[in-house]
């Protein structure tokens, strides 16, 4: 069975440090990983996507990277501001699906001003 | 802008009453998905469909059903509401290539009491 998984669940940090997210997933057939921002009560914001085929992916502050072998994509986030408090959600399209996603459970970022 | 949008952002419905959630998205796409977020237990796939007429069950399809009469729209329908019911439903699109990217709606906070 395809699963995605994210630890931990709850993250606080200081303002300006920089921080690491991480998402494991156990089928190394996977077609893409897709990183998503979510605000209390409300939808899923794309942030990155990061095809098998490549490493990683960059926008702005935020860095994603993607290695199959070892089953692992983490989110990047440089210099974090009490602006990215937020859930941030990991999710993976795999060979054997149909573009349907498959979440991990989420990292709650909270950065202290 | 690429725009996925949910017909309600909060709804409430009695016990037993046929809810239809609507989603309209702007951007051609063949996929389209709903989802339930709960607390505890992440995102969960109800259905999907990958062109007009066609559908496929999630995880969770019991209690729901689905209709995807035009391209651009997929309505999730709950036959007879239940309070087991009530979560945070997320409605999401992407193209047919499975390495495009997904895009979802504000989410739809649905109530059954």
């Known amino acids: 069975k395809q699963e995605v998984t994210q630890i931990p669940a709850a993250l606080s940090v200081p303002e300006g440090e920089n921080l690491v997210l991480n998402c494991s997933f156990t089928?190394?057939?996977?077609?893409?990983l897709q990183w998503f921002r979510q605000d209390p009560g409300k939808g899923l914001t794309s942030l990155l996507l990061?095809?098998?085929?490549?490493r990683e992916q960059t926008s702005g502050r935020l860095n994603a990277s993607l290695d199959k072998s070892s089953g692992r994509s983490t989110l990047y986030i440089a210099a974090s501001q009490p602006g990215d408090s937020a859930t941030y959600l990991c999710?993976?399209?795999?060979?054997?699906?149909?573009?349907?996603?498959?979440f991990g459970q989420g990292t709650t970022l909270q950065v202290k001003p | 802008d690429v725009k996925v949008t949910q017909s309600s952002r909060y709804l409430v419905k009695r016990t037993g009453e046929k809810v239809f959630l609507e989603c309209v998205q702007d951007?051609?796409?063949?996929?389209m998905f709903w989802y339930r977020q709960d607390p505890g237990l992440g995102l969960r796939l109800i259905y999907f469909?990958?062109?007009?007429?066609?559908?496929e069950k999630g995880d969770i399809p019991e209690g729901y059903s689905v209709s995807r009469e035009k391209k651009e729209r997929f309505s999730l329908i709950l036959e007879s509401a239940s309070t087991n019911q009530t979560s945070m439903y997320l409605c999401?699109?992407?193209?047919?290539?499975?390495?495009?990217?997904?895009?979802f709606g504000q989410g739809t906070r649905l109530t059954v009491v």
């Open positions: 951007m051609d796409h063949e996929n």
């Open positions: 990061i095809q098998s085929s490549q």
């Open positions: 469909s990958y062109d007009v007429k066609m559908k």
């Open positions: 999401a699109s992407s193209a047919l290539n499975r390495g495009t990217e997904a895009f």
């Open positions: 999710a993976g399209t795999f060979s054997s699906n149909t573009g349907k996603l498959i």
């Open positions: 089928d190394s057939a996977i077609y893409n």
